[in-house]
């Protein structure tokens, strides 16, 4: 397993936003309630929709094993999933958090 096709990248993606976080943008959105709330929102959703189509008994998406950890958890999920869908996620947010930010700035 190289892992390097689809871990890789997934691990990159959240390693760059957190960066992005903690050395560039510096929004404080990693402490608030609100975040985390909806980051959790996100999972109630993510879970069932990906545990659906990547379902070992009956996938829809197929991924090749060699190009990630083979670690799936819950529902066939692959781990990478979360990564990804949680560097997407957040980043969004970031952009959503810094803007409010500058215009809190310019009033």
Sequence with gaps: MSGLGYTLPAVLAAI??????????????????AYWL?????????????????????????YDEQHTTGLRFPFDIPVEDFLFGWALVTA????????????KEQA
């Design 16 to 33: 760059a936003v957190i960066t992005w976080e903690l050395v560039v943008l510096r929004t404080g959105l990693f402490r608030k309630t």
């Design 38 to 62: 909806s980051i959790a929102i996100v999972l109630g959703f993510q879970i069932p929709v990906d545990g659906w189509l990547t379902k070992l008994s009956a996938p829809i998406v197929i």
């Design 92 to 103: 969004v947010l970031l952009l959503w958090e810094r803007q409010r930010q500058v215009r």
